[in-house]
T-cell receptor, first 114, second 114 residues
């Protein structure tokens, strides 16, 4: 079975700082990759996804992620965060052969100080 | 577009009773819906895949007789927690699969069993 690990459980940073959240997965086959965000009191929203093609994916709100196949990684980045980026971020993986079933990482809580 | 609702948002029930949670795709049809469980400060764990007009597929370790899933229409899936016990207390989240294999998540239902 596949697994997803997010290295940081909590991240605290100041506005305008750069953000990078790590995500690694273990699965031998081809996968679809996702980053979801959950703002306080809200439901999960899709930030970006990778199915194929250019491994550098741009999402909403200035976020991007890079798929490095050799490292089984899909790290999320944002060059300059805002207070409104305070949220919990989840990486998720769906093996293409698994009927779109998602396996989530443990999540990273990000607190941006104004 | 692509809004998913859940009802109720919060329910308290007594041990031994059953609780039904509804998941609706409001502006699109979803042949496939997913049910997740999220424990406090933990990630989402897939419980089952709900397919319209057919039996749900449960993940390993999930009791199908305890968590009854019915996907009676293209916009509605229900999860019934039967004979609920305090250990079933959790946050239950559904998602509906839309076009492009993207999953849209509901706001979740908090179940407290006393």
């Amino acid at each position: 079975a596949q697994s997803v690990s997010q290295h940081n459980h909590h991240v605290i940073l100041s506005e305008a700082a750069s953000l990078e959240l790590g995500c690694n997965y273990s699965y031998g086959g081809t996968v679809n990759l996702f980053w979801y965000v959950q703002y306080p009191g809200q439901h999960l929203q899709l930030l970006l996804k990778y199915f194929s093609g250019d491994p550098l994916v741009k999402g909403i709100k200035g976020f991007e992620a890079e798929f490095i196949k050799s490292k089984f990684s899909f790290n999320l980045r944002k060059p300059s965060v805002q207070w409104s980026d305070t949220a919990e971020y989840f990486c998720a993986v769906s093996p293409k052969a698994a009927g779109n079933k998602l396996t989530f990482g443990g999540g990273t809580r990000v607190l941006v100080k104004p | 577009g692509a809004v998913v609702s859940q009802h109720p948002s919060w329910v308290i029930c007594k041990s031994g009773t059953s609780v039904k949670i509804e998941c609706r795709s409001l502006d699109f049809q979803a042949t496939t819906m997913f049910w997740y469980r999220q424990f406090p400060k933990q990630s989402l764990m897939l419980m089952a895949t709900s397919n319209e007009g057919s039996k749900a597929t449960y993940e390993q370790g999930v009791e199908k007789d305890k968590f009854l899933i019915n996907h009676a229409s293209l916009t509605l899936s229900t999860l019934t927690v039967t004979s609920a016990h305090p250990e079933d207390s959790s946050f239950y989240i559904c998602s509906a699969q839309g076009q492009g294999n993207e999953q849209y998540f509901g706001p979740g239902t908090r179940l407290t069993v006393t």
